[in-house]
């Protein structure tokens, strides 16, 4: 049985940091790349960081690429997103998915490609 479970969410001011915690049991992360993602209401939810199997390779969408930062602890079995620089449009729910990508070749942040996923936790930029 796979467990993910997003952590950290909360109001921040504009300019503000946000760290997000990504605890995962049932799938390990040498097997797995873990993405972020993001849905605002009313939108399509959008991925804005993965990490590859190795903890080697990480990517960002442009908008978000200098401003959040993902990594993680396989010892804990855990991901993580640092956010700083925060902007009213990154509010939204943020949730942590996994895709089994054992080679650790690559990662991706397509949205459809990955078939597990956490319950989200809730971002609000707002002064």
């Known amino acids: 049985q796979w467990h993910i479970v997003e952590s950290g969410g909360g109001l921040v001011h504009p300019g503000g940091s946000l760290r997000l915690s990504c605890e995962v049991s049932?799938?390990?992360?040498?097997?797995?790349?873990i993405g972020w993602f993001r849905q605002a209401p009313g939108k399509e939810r959008e991925g804005v960081s993965c990490?590859?199997?190795?903890?080697?390779?990480?990517h960002y969408p442009e908008h978000v690429k200098g401003r959040f930062t993902i990594s993680r602890d396989v010892h804990k079995n855990a991901v993580y997103l640092e956010m700083n620089g925060l902007k009213p449009e990154d509010a939204g729910d943020y949730y942590c998915?996994?895709?089994?990508?054992?080679?650790?070749?690559?990662?991706?942040?397509?949205?459809?490609?990955?078939?597990?996923w956490g319950q989200g936790t809730p971002v609000t930029v707002s002064s």
């Open positions: 998915a996994a895709l089994w990508w054992p080679s650790g070749s690559d990662c991706s942040y397509v949205v459809h490609e990955y078939g597990y």
């Open positions: 049932g799938l390990t992360l040498d097997t797995y790349a």
């Open positions: 990490i590859n199997s190795r903890g080697t390779i990480t």
